[in-house]
């Protein structure tokens, strides 16, 4: 398991979300659950792009370490 | 919808799926549409007339859910919840159903009527989804109105649909009937059923487990958190995990069941790299995003320069032959001689010399909407966010920044996306330092005449200026009265798609047309004003010595001899730019007898050093009395009176830096 912020190009799950409640629910509004396949289109540094079928998502660094995938 | 004319009909949806576009086609009005999240910041209200019958329709901010984070989110979440509209059109995105339908769902639970119009089917099309709207409508007993509202389709099957509206709700939905925490549901329910306020029980237990809880005042009318508190535990004793969670991947369990039966895949989505992701991969590039995105700041320079310049040569030369007949004209008529000097030298020099930049102004916004339509704007937010962070914001921030190189009103009134207060202050308090469009005349004017051979460079350098001032007080403003940490970015991406060429020319259209309009009312009356002072009192040279104005500008004059500009026109224009800022043009058109003149008038006032000084002035002093106002509006008077202070000072204190650092130079 790697924090989105330290995982490259890729296919990954989303295992977990270790944020406050406000960031959990957000993502999940936005489509991004815990047990997803998502790929890593632009990873770290900087914000990373995260893609779930048609959406893209940035993410900032310091929130992109706070979800774990794998 | 039938006999009653005052049918409320709201528009919601997520963000970017195009609930504008459905709104301007219904309503016949062009409010401005963009491919980025959260340009429509406010609710706005537009009237729709069929057969006879008149319905008020009103476009509102995108949101996600029901929870709201963003003042913009709560003003959407707000009306569906609390002004009970007669009908709901959900626009929804059938490239992104799945998540659109989290949204949905929600909203079916309030039982009002609600009709989706299922927009972007072109886009769902191409990449292979198969949608079977019958089976969707069957399901969730709702009528669907496929879409494609860029280009006007299904607006008529649309319309109709909301005129046959038969006003009967729809089934009670409710996706949690079989769920094994029914019973807890219901056990809420029947706690909270004597306090709510008109929404039905189980839509309101609903919230309240998903742990809304700036929710709760909107719907219920008596604080019996506690008591509820003590249930939720037992069903998360009871399931093994938070209750919200629980409830998000029951609804997603639902969504996926119901996508699995409605839409058929028949390429794999989710391994598709699209051509967004390839150009991704280079415009938000660690290393060339910076760079490129400069690079299209420069460039969009460049063309107002080189393509508005000869454009505006050609409508200066027409108001000095209009200046010049209309006096011998006026005169055959036997018009008085005041007459005479207020339309050559009042409204055709004054007016004129601030519409002569129209063509720079237009070409300006017809670029920014084109990166508007395109998509770049979400990923400029994105390039930022490292160096905004150094300011303690951040990506998110930047849209609004940009937004004011346009206008700092609407730039203002664009951050209410942004989710922590802190941050959105911070962003009110710089925004005004964003050379406006109003400041460009300006430096058009004085560039043209100080700066010709490196206009470009010379007007791009007081943007990039006002970009850094802005980031080093947005610092010291943090330091000073914000110690919070920065909230973390999560901003969609929109895919990029070819500008539809209306869409960007009806967005500069409206843009500049309120230009055009300042033109005829504010900046008329600023610059009639100074004619009617530099003409009294009667039988003094215009605005010579003696003139009215010259005692006004000649009181406050000496205090900018230290910054380069100490002769009194100049302190009229500033005094007169107070009210919008193209009127310090207005001011110099009128009191030196139009922009034929200033040529070769102006370098007898000003070095190429006080003009830059005087630039910098106009950038930063004073924004104007509506970005004043928006600020007093969107952060409240003591921020407003702040940035009236903090804004004169810095440009005072700048000027005079510039100014007499520059002189041990040259």
């Not at chain 2, 930022?384 to 914001?393: A, C, E, T």
């Not at chain 2, 003696?546 to 000496?558: D, E, M, R």
């Not at chain 2, 006080?610 to 630039?615: D, E, H, L, N, R």
Request: charged share 20%.
């Amino acid at each position: 398991m790697v924090p989105l912020s330290f995982a490259g190009i890729g296919e990954y799950t989303i295992k977990s979300v270790r944020g406050g409640r406000g960031m959990r629910r957000r993502l999940i509004s936005m489509g991004i659950n815990e047990g997803d396949k998502i790929r890593i289109i632009k990873p770290a540094p900087g914000p990373i792009i995260i893609a779930k079928n048609n959406i893209r998502i940035g993410i900032g660094f310091r929130m992109a370490k706070r979800i774990f995938v794998i | 919808m039938t006999e009653s004319s005052n049918n409320k009909i709201a528009i919601v949806g997520n963000p970017n799926a195009g609930k504008s576009t459905v709104f301007n086609l219904l309503t016949g009005s062009n409010q401005v549409v963009g491919n980025w999240p959260g340009v429509t910041v406010e609710r706005k209200e537009g009237k729709f007339v069929y057969g006879g019958i008149k319905n008020n329709i009103i476009d509102l901010p995108g949101i996600y859910s029901l929870s709201a984070n963003s003042i913009d989110e709560k003003i959407a979440r707000n009306f569906i919840v609390k002004d009970n509209p007669d009908l709901i059109v959900v626009v929804v995105d059938a490239v992104n159903l799945e998540r659109n339908l989290y949204l949905v769902t929600q909203i079916l639970e309030l039982n009002r009527n609600v009709i989706i119009a299922l927009n972007m089917m072109d886009s769902a099309e191409s990449i292979g989804l198969e949608i079977d709207q019958n089976k969707l409508e069957n399901i969730l007993n709702i009528r669907i109105i496929p879409m494609v509202a860029n280009r006007g389709k299904g607006i008529e099957e649309l319309k109709k649909a909301i005129m046959e509206y038969n006003g009967k709700f729809h089934d009670e939905f409710d996706i949690f009937k079989n769920d094994r925490i029914n019973n807890d549901i219901k056990e809420i329910e029947n706690l909270i059923n004597p306090y709510i306020k008109n929404f039905p029980p189980r839509f309101a237990a609903l919230r309240i487990l998903e742990e809304d809880t700036d929710f709760l005042g909107l719907i219920i009318d008596k604080d019996i958190f506690k008591d509820i508190e003590q249930i939720k535990l037992d069903v998360e004793n009871k399931i093994g995990e938070e209750i919200d969670t629980y409830i998000a991947e029951h609804r997603y369990g639902y969504i996926h069941g119901l996508y699995e039966e409605c839409v058929e895949e028949t390429i794999d989505i989710n391994k598709r790299i699209t051509l967004s992701d390839k150009i991704d991969k280079v415009l938000i590039n660690r290393i060339l995003g910076i760079p490129i995105f400069l690079f299209f700041l420069w460039l969009t320079f460049e063309s107002v320069f080189k393509i508005g310049n000869p454009i505006a040569g050609v409508i200066d030369t027409v108001f000095g032959f209009l200046g010049d007949k209309s006096g011998i004209l006026l005169a055959a008529i036997g018009s008085p001689e005041w007459i005479i000097s207020l339309f050559k030298d009042g409204i055709i020099a004054g007016v004129g010399s601030v519409l002569v930049f129209f063509p720079n102004i237009f070409i300006m916004f017809l670029i920014f909407a084109t990166l508007e339509d395109s998509g770049y704007m979400a990923r400029a937010a994105f390039v930022m966010d490292k160096f905004m962070h150094k300011i303690g914001l951040h990506g998110k921030s930047f849209i609004p920044l940009i937004l004011g190189f346009g206008c700092n009103v609407p730039a203002i009134m664009a951050t209410r996306t942004l989710e922590n207060d802190k941050d959105r202050i911070i962003t009110i308090l710089i925004n005004p330092l964003m050379s406006c469009s109003a400041r460009l005349p300006i430096y058009l004017m004085i560039t043209g005449i100080f700066f010709k051979s490196n206009q470009g460079a010379i007007v791009f350098s007081l943007y990039l200026f006002g970009v850094i001032l802005a980031v080093v007080l947005g610092r010291l403003f943090k330091t000073l009265f914000f110690r919070h940490k920065a909230v973390p970015l999560i901003m969609e991406l929109p895919p990029y798609r070819l500008p539809s060429l209306r869409t960007v020319f009806q967005g500069a259209w409206n843009r500049s047309k309120l230009f055009i309009k300042k033109a005829g009312t504010i900046i008329f009356t600023g610059v009639v004003i100074i004619w009617l002072l530099s003409y009294l009192p009667v039988g003094v040279s215009y605005a010579g010595e003696g003139s009215l104005i010259s005692y006004i500008g000649k009181f406050i004059a000496p205090i900018f001899t230290p910054a380069g500009y100490g002769f009194w026109q100049a302190s009229v224009a500033l005094l007169f730019g107070v009210v919008a800022k193209e009127i310090v043009v207005g001011a110099f058109g009128t009191l030196f007898g139009g922009t034929d003149n200033l040529g070769h008038i102006l370098p007898q006032y000003f070095t190429a050093l006080s003009a830059y000084s005087f630039m910098l002035m106009s950038l930063i002093y004073f924004p104007c009395i509506a970005t004043i106002g928006v600020i007093k509006q969107e952060a409240g008077i003591k921020w407003a009176l702040f940035v009236v202070v903090y804004s004169i000072l810095l440009a005072y204190i700048v000027s005079i830096l510039f100014y007499q650092i520059g002189n041990l130079f040259i």
